[in-house]
């Protein structure tokens, strides 16, 4: 018999081979270092190229918020304050622009300073505030932009802020100008019947609009200038402050009358208050006829009266020879009688000089004196 064809067999399934399983867990492990690995280097090579790219292709920094007043009277302080969060360390300055007849100051460690206009001021301090008072002459309000600045110390990206504040000058009193008459002819007046009298009240006294404030000005005069008998000089001079501000700092020479015409140097001046003075008095020696100067050194528009001069008249002194000379070389005849001794010759005698002695010279001990002052 002929065997018949059973029932097709079911395939079997393809065993998964281990290896190929492993080879591609350890692709994906190794795939997902290598992408670490690169995001850690691009991270790394952004941060230390920064300031390279920053110094390539220079931005625009940080603003800062800079706060004042929207408005401020000429003469009375005002204070400006601004925010920031300082990346590095660093300072501020103050710059605004040059206006005519706009000047600002700000107190400072021995009365107010003046900012200059135009230029980067430092600014003192660190509550990141500061206070200005305007000075503007004129009629007309002006509105001045006034930007803070942060500067770095070493390296870093440079911040600015700015606010504009109008400035009035002080108010100035307007005279009413009086009433003319039109050339017609006043109508009679009616009567009319008294009116009741109002109980009087009192009106409030208005004060008066405080006068602005004038520039520093100093001035010099001499008080007194005085010679002893012993050649000592005495000058007193009077220096005042006569403007509506402070001083500042200063310092003033004086010439001397003296042989050697000795020229005195002060060292630097306290600031003086507006109307306020003070006396100095200097010392010297050696003093001799002449004129006694004192010159101011300061910064004041006013340099007229900086200067002041006065005549010394010295008694006649002698500061040369001024010991007593005493006579060398006289003769004195003390009444002995010595006796004299005959002497032999002998031969081969030495003869030795007899030494003369000069008489006495005396001389000058100083010839240049050199003064004093205190």
């Known amino acids: 018999m002929a065997e018949q064809p059973g029932a097709p067999r079911p395939p079997f399934p393809p065993e998964e081979p281990k290896g190929n399983l492993a080879s ?16 850690w280097g691009l991270v790394n090579l952004a941060s ?17 918020e800079v706060s004042a007043p929207e408005s401020a009277m000429s003469g009375t302080p005002f204070t400006l304050s601004w925010k920031y969060d300082e990346p590095v360390t660093g300072t501020y300055a103050l710059l605004y622009p040059c206006t005519s007849g706009l000047s600002f100051q700000t107190p400072g460690a021995r009365g107010s300073v003046g900012i200059p206009c135009g ?21 007309t309000d002006r509105d001045v932009p006034l930007s803070v600045i942060f500067m770095p110390t070493a390296t870093g990206t440079r911040a600015e802020g700015s606010t504009s504040v109008r400035i009035s ?12 008459g039109s050339g017609q002819a006043t109508p009679p007046v009616q009567p009319t019947s008294p009116a009741p009298t109002p109980a009087p009240t009192q009106s409030p ?29 005495t000058a007193i001079f009077d220096i005042a402050n006569v403007g509506g501000s402070v001083s500042g700092v200063y310092s003033f020479t004086a010439s001397l009358p003296t042989q050697s015409g000795y020229t005195y140097a002060s060292p630097v ?49 002698n500061y040369y020879n001024s010991y007593n000379t005493y006579p060398y070389g006289g003769t004195y005849d003390y009444g002995y009688q010595y006796p004299q001794y005959q002497s032999g010759m002998y031969p081969n005698q030495y003869t030795y000089p007899v ?20």
Do not use: C
């Open 24 to 39: 591609n867990i350890l692709a994906i492990v190794g795939f997902i270092i290598l992408i670490v690995v690169v995001i």
């Open 48 to 64: 230390l190229s920064r300031g390279w790219f920053s110094s390539i292709f220079p931005g625009r920094g940080a603003a800062i």
């Open 119 to 139: 230029a980067a001021f430092t600014l003192s301090g660190t509550e990141n505030k500061t206070s200005l008072t305007p000075y503007l002459s004129g009629t």
């Open 169 to 180: 000058p002080l108010p100035s009193a307007t005279p009413t100008p009086p009433s003319t």
């Open 205 to 233: 006294t208005p004060k008066p609009s405080p006068a602005p404030a004038s520039p520093a000005d100093l001035s010099v005069r001499i008080i007194s200038v005085s010679v002893d008998a012993g050649g000592n000089g």
């Open 269 to 317: 001046q306290s600031s003086l208050a507006p109307q306020a003075h003070i006396v100095s008095t200097l010392r010297f020696s050696q003093a001799l006829s002449g004129v006694f100067t004192v010159s101011i050194t300061t910064a004041d528009a006013n340099g007229a009266n900086n200067y002041a001069s006065q005549t010394v008249n010295a008694p006649q002194l």
């Open 355 to 374: 030494n003369q002695y000069m008489p006495y010279q005396q001389q000058n001990y100083y010839s240049t004196y050199y003064p004093y002052a205190y």
